[in-house]
C-alpha cells in the first residue's frame, strides 16, 4: 500500500506543475449527483464536435487510482485529444475517501460492506444519458490501478450496461474473481508492466492481488475465447525508455468477444505514452490510443446473453407518447409482463413509478405526479438484456 501513496504523490506534484498548460475549455468542471446518501462529484469532458454532430455518441468512464484523483486521471491517463475527433463523452468520477484519508474505488474489500460505487457508476450512467446524447449501447470503462480494478468490478456486477472494459496497471482480488457473475462475455484489454511494484504482475501482497497471467486465463475461459494467443512484438521505437513491450490477444470468444494484453516488459506502474514520467513509462504506445482503440469495437447488444448459440433478439424500448404528460406506454416486444423498471431523473435519483401489464404485453406507467423534466427509464428483461430510453416529461 505504501507504494500505492508514493506514486500519487509524485503525480500530484507533476499535475499541479502542468495543470494550467493542460486544461482544455470543453471540460465542464465539478458537478455532483446524489448516490446511497452521499454527494458524488465528477468532471466531464465534452468534446466540441458533440455539439457539431447529432445522435448518440459512446461515453467512457475513466477511473483514477488509489490515493488519486479525477483531476490527475483526467491529465495522466488522457482521452482528451482523441475524443476531440472520434466524439465521444469521457467522465472522471472521484471515488470516496477511506479511512487512510485517500480516495479510492471500494473493490478491495469484502464484497457487500462499505460504499456501493457500482451503485453509483450505474446512477452516474443514467444521469448523463439523461443530460446528453449517450449511446447507452457503447459505455465503456477504464482506469489506472485501482481503477482498474474498479472497471473489472464493472464487467462482473454490471455486464449488463458495460459494453467492454480496459485497465492499466489493475487487476483483480482472488476473492473477487472468485465471485464474479459476469452473465456475458466481457471484452477485456489489460496493459501491465512486468515490473510493477505496487500491482506486481506475479501477483501476491497481503491484499491478495491475482497475477496478471492468472487473470487473462480467466477471463479468455468466461469469454470462451481460443486459449492461443496470437502474440506479437511491438516495434521498439523509443529505445531510451527502459522498456518493450508485446500484444497477445485471445480470440474467437462468445459473440466476437476478445482478451487483449499488452506486456511491458521492464515497464513499471505507469500509463504508457502519458505526458507525465512517474518511473519507467513505455513509450512505444499510447495506452490512451490502444485503450480506446480496443473498446470502440464493441457494442452491447452484439454482446448479449447467448440462447441456442445466436444473440438472444431483443427490440429497441419504445416509449409513447414522448414527451409524455399523464402517462407513457412501455413496447419492446413480447417481454414486458415480468420486466422490471427503474426510473432516474436528471440527477440520478431514482423516481418512484409502478408499471401495470397491458394484455397485449406492454407496460403502463403513471406520470401525472412527475415534475416536468428529463428521464431515464431502464428495463430489466427476464433473459438478462437490459433497455434504456430517455422520457421528457412535460
Same mark, same amino acid.
Given at each position: 500500500?505504501?507504494?500505492?501513496?508514493?506514486?500519487?504523490?509524485?503525480?500530484?506534484?507533476?499535475?499541479?506543475?502542468?495543470?494550467?498548460?493542460?486544461?482544455?475549455?470543453?471540460?465542464?468542471?465539478?458537478?455532483?449527483?446524489?448516490?446511497?446518501?452521499?454527494?458524488?462529484?465528477?468532471?466531464?469532458?465534452?468534446?466540441?464536435?458533440?455539439?457539431?454532430?447529432?445522435?448518440?455518441?459512446?461515453?467512457?468512464?475513466?477511473?483514477?487510482?488509489?490515493?488519486?484523483?479525477?483531476?490527475?486521471?483526467?491529465?495522466?491517463?488522457?482521452?482528451?485529444?482523441?475524443?476531440?475527433?472520434?466524439?465521444?463523452?469521457?467522465?472522471?468520477?472521484?471515488?470516496?475517501?477511506?479511512?487512510?484519508?485517500?480516495?479510492?474505488?471500494?473493490?478491495?474489500?469484502?464484497?457487500?460492506?462499505?460504499?456501493?460505487?457500482?451503485?453509483?457508476?450505474?446512477?452516474?450512467?443514467?444521469?448523463?444519458?439523461?443530460?446528453?446524447?449517450?449511446?447507452?449501447?457503447?459505455?465503456?470503462?477504464?482506469?489506472?490501478?485501482?481503477?482498474?480494478?474498479?472497471? *473489472?468490478? @464493472?464487467?462482473?456486477? $454490471?455486464?449488463? %450496461?458495460?459494453? /467492454?472494459? =480496459?485497465? #492499466?496497471?489493475?487487476?483483480?482480488?482472488?476473492?473477487?474473481?472468485?465471485?464474479?457473475?459476469?452473465?456475458?462475455?466481457?471484452?477485456?484489454?489489460?496493459?501491465?508492466?512486468?515490473?510493477?511494484?505496487?500491482?506486481?504482475?506475479?501477483?501476491?501482497?497481503?491484499?491478495?492481488?491475482?497475477?496478471?497471467?492468472?487473470?487473462?486465463?480467466?477471463?479468455?475461459?468466461?469469454?470462451?475465447?481460443?486459449?492461443?494467443?496470437?502474440?506479437?512484438?511491438?516495434?521498439?521505437?523509443?529505445?531510451?525508455?527502459?522498456?518493450?513491450?508485446?500484444?497477445?490477444?485471445?480470440?474467437?470468444?462468445?459473440?466476437?468477444?476478445?482478451?487483449?494484453?499488452?506486456?511491458?516488459?521492464?515497464?513499471?506502474?505507469?500509463?504508457?505514452?502519458?505526458?507525465?514520467?512517474?518511473?519507467?513509462?513505455?513509450?512505444?504506445?499510447?495506452?490512451?490510443?490502444?485503450?480506446?482503440?480496443?473498446?470502440?469495437? *464493441?457494442? @452491447?447488444?452484439?454482446? $448479449?446473453?447467448? %440462447?441456442?448459440? /445466436?444473440? =438472444?433478439? #431483443?427490440?429497441?424500448?419504445?416509449?409513447?407518447?414522448?414527451?409524455?404528460?399523464?402517462?407513457?406506454?412501455?413496447?419492446?416486444?413480447?417481454?414486458?409482463?415480468?420486466?422490471?423498471?427503474?426510473?432516474?431523473?436528471?440527477?440520478?435519483?431514482?423516481?418512484?413509478?409502478?408499471?401495470?401489464?397491458?394484455?397485449?404485453?406492454?407496460?403502463?406507467?403513471?406520470?401525472?405526479?412527475?415534475?416536468?423534466?428529463?428521464?431515464?427509464?431502464?428495463?430489466?428483461?427476464?433473459?438478462?438484456?437490459?433497455?434504456?430510453?430517455?422520457?421528457?416529461?412535460?
Amino acid at each position: 500500500m505504501r507504494n500505492l501513496f508514493v506514486c500519487c504523490r509524485h503525480l500530484l506534484a507533476l499535475m499541479l506543475l502542468a495543470l494550467p498548460a493542460a486544461l482544455h475549455a470543453q471540460t465542464t468542471g465539478v458537478r455532483t449527483v446524489q448516490v446511497g446518501g452521499l454527494t458524488r462529484e465528477y468532471r466531464l469532458y465534452i468534446p466540441a464536435i458533440y455539439a457539431r454532430t447529432t445522435g448518440a455518441v459512446p461515453l467512457l468512464l475513466n477511473l483514477h487510482g488509489y490515493n488519486s484523483n479525477n483531476v490527475q486521471q483526467e491529465n495522466y491517463g488522457d482521452f482528451r485529444a482523441i475524443a476531440d475527433t472520434a466524439n465521444f463523452l469521457v467522465v472522471h468520477p472521484n471515488g470516496t475517501i477511506d479511512a487512510n484519508n485517500s480516495r479510492f474505488w471500494n473493490t478491495f474489500g469484502t464484497r457487500g460492506t462499505g460504499v456501493d460505487d457500482v451503485a453509483f457508476l450505474s446512477a452516474l450512467i443514467d444521469t448523463l444519458a439523461a443530460r446528453y446524447r449517450v449511446d447507452l449501447d457503447r459505455v465503456y470503462s477504464t482506469g489506472m490501478s485501482n481503477g482498474g480494478f474498479m472497471s *473489472y468490478e @464493472l464487467a462482473c456486477q $454490471l455486464g449488463n %450496461r458495460i459494453a /467492454a472494459i =480496459a485497465s #492499466v496497471t489493475g487487476s483483480m482480488t482472488a476473492g473477487r474473481l472468485a465471485g464474479c457473475t459476469s452473465g456475458r462475455p466481457v471484452p477485456v484489454l489489460e496493459i501491465h508492466g512486468t515490473a510493477d511494484g505496487t500491482v506486481p504482475y506475479p501477483g501476491g501482497t497481503g491484499l491478495q492481488f491475482v497475477a496478471i497471467p492468472a487473470l487473462l486465463n480467466s477471463w479468455v475461459q468466461r469469454n470462451g475465447c481460443n486459449p492461443t494467443p496470437v502474440v506479437t512484438a511491438v516495434p521498439d521505437i523509443n529505445t531510451a525508455d527502459g522498456c518493450t513491450a508485446e500484444r497477445s490477444v485471445w480470440g474467437g470468444g462468445r459473440n466476437g468477444s476478445v482478451v487483449e494484453h499488452f506486456r511491458i516488459i521492464g515497464g513499471g506502474h505507469t500509463w504508457p505514452g502519458s505526458a507525465f514520467t512517474i518511473g519507467v513509462t513505455n513509450r512505444d504506445i499510447s495506452a490512451s490510443r490502444e485503450v480506446w482503440r480496443f473498446l470502440r469495437r *464493441y457494442r @452491447l447488444r452484439q454482446l $448479449l446473453p447467448v %440462447r441456442g448459440g /445466436a444473440a =438472444a433478439p #431483443v427490440a429497441p424500448l419504445l416509449l409513447l407518447p414522448n414527451p409524455a404528460t399523464d402517462h407513457v406506454l412501455l413496447a419492446a416486444g413480447p417481454y414486458l409482463g415480468a420486466a422490471t423498471l427503474t426510473v432516474r431523473d436528471a440527477l440520478g435519483r431514482v423516481v418512484p413509478a409502478t408499471a401495470q401489464p397491458t394484455a397485449d404485453g406492454r407496460l403502463q406507467v403513471p406520470t401525472a405526479h412527475w415534475p416536468a423534466g428529463v428521464y431515464v427509464l431502464t428495463v430489466a428483461l427476464p433473459t438478462g438484456a437490459v433497455l434504456h430510453q430517455k422520457l421528457v416529461k412535460q
